[in-house]
């Protein structure tokens, strides 16, 4: 089955413990994101990648890291969480025309 | 940059039909695109497109203008499953597939 996995899900963590949140794809996609959904703000991209070893930001980067050494798997890091970065994030891959997405992980930075 | 606007709620009945607009306005255009959020899950696709003209699928059609920066999506024949976040976005050209969302507008079906 074509799909985006993330994890964990569900994560409560505190201010300044790194944490990484994991991302794949099986659909051999060139093109990863990750977006971070806040109430009234709609989704908003981190970063994107175009393809292996290709990050770059995008609208809301700051206190994020990425990294893309395989195709299939896009993590995303927060070196040193604070609470502004609780929100609801999901990662995306895409074909042409059509974005897939992960069904989430609800981070909250006590 | 781009701005994109969409109402933030609308309510219908169930068996009617629904329009949900968005304006945007970009530097440069190259696709519009609308997705269904249930509450708590993920966005899933529903429609693109990047000529002027209705798309049909189903239940479902969306509309372009690029001229006057406007598009439309259509729900026919409401069901109350209906019922979630509506949302607009926006490819910009030469933007390396980025897409810049709007914040949605919820969708409630009554019975």
């Known amino acids: 089955e074509a799909q985006v996995t993330q994890n964990p899900r569900y994560l409560i963590t505190v201010t300044g413990k790194k944490l990484t949140v994991t991302c794949s794809q099986n659909m051999n996609h060139e093109y990863m994101s990750w977006y971070r959904q806040d109430p009234g703000l709609g989704l908003r991209q981190i970063y994107y990648?175009?393809?292996?070893?290709?990050?770059d930001k995008g609208d809301v980067p700051e206190g994020y890291k990425v990294s893309r050494k395989e195709k299939r798997n896009f993590p995303l890091i927060l070196e040193s969480p604070s609470p502004n970065q609780t929100s609801l994030y999901f990662c995306?891959?895409?074909?042409?025309?059509?974005?897939?997405f992960g069904p989430g992980t609800r981070l909250t930075v006590l | 940059g781009q701005n994109i606007d969409q109402p933030t709620e609308m309510t219908a009945t169930e068996g009617a039909i629904v329009q949900i607009n968005c304006t945007y306005q970009?530097?440069?255009?190259?696709?519009l695109f609308w997705y269904q959020q249930h509450a708590g899950e993920a966005p899933t696709f529903l429609s693109y497109?990047?000529?002027?003209g209705l798309e049909e699928k189903g239940r479902f059609s969306s509309f372009l203008s690029r001229s006057k920066g406007y598009s439309y999506l259509l729900l026919k024949e409401l069901q109350m499953k209906d019922s979630a976040s509506y949302l607009c976005?926006?490819?910009?050209?030469?933007?390396?597939?980025?897409?810049?969302f709007g914040s949605g507008t919820q969708l409630t079906v009554l019975p």
């Open positions: 995306a891959s895409s074909s042409h025309n059509e974005q897939f």
């Open positions: 976005a926006v490819r910009e050209s030469g933007s390396a597939r980025q897409l810049t």
């Open positions: 970009t530097s440069g255009f190259n696709g």
């Open positions: 990648s175009m393809n292996v070893e290709v990050t």
């Open positions: 497109n990047v000529l002027d």
